[in-house]
Nanobody
Framework: QVQLVESGGGLVQAGGSLRLSCAAS????????MGWYRQAPGKQREFVAS???????NYADSVKGRFTISRDNTKNTVYVQMNSLKPEDTAAYYC??????????WGQGTQVTVSS
């Protein structure tokens, strides 16, 4: 089992920045990819960004150039730095970990609200 705990959400004005953190515990050695997803009210959960154990990153087109995902393997923590935030970035953000057995783990979510 892998446990994920997110932090760093909040309320920010458009154009501002936030950094989300996700700390993993448990069978962290089994994780191959970690990432972030988000879900706005009335919408489906969507991919935001991911990073592999080797450091390869992938981003949704909607956040490219504004969001940066990174990881600190010594702390088993993944981050997403979110700059130039827009009201449409408002959502609950969920941390995801994908393990070698193709099982997905999810955090409890953290709310990001961007005011116009």
């Amino acid at each position: 089992q892998v446990q994920l705990v997110e932090s760093g959400g909040g309320l920010v004005q458009a154009g501002g920045s936030l950094r989300l953190s996700c700390a993993a515990s448990g069978r962290v050695f089994s994780i191959v990819v970690m990432g972030w997803y988000r879900q706005a009210p009335g919408k489906q959960r969507e991919f935001v960004a991911s990073i592999t154990n080797g450091g390869s990153t992938n981003y949704a087109d909607s956040v490219k150039g504004r969001f940066t995902i990174s990881r600190d393997n010594t702390k088993n923590t993944v981050y997403v730095q979110m700059n130039s935030l827009k009201p449409e970035d408002t959502a609950a953000y969920y941390c995801n970990a994908h393990d070698v057995g193709s099982f997905n783990y999810w955090g409890q979510g953290t709310q990001v609200t961007v005011s116009s």
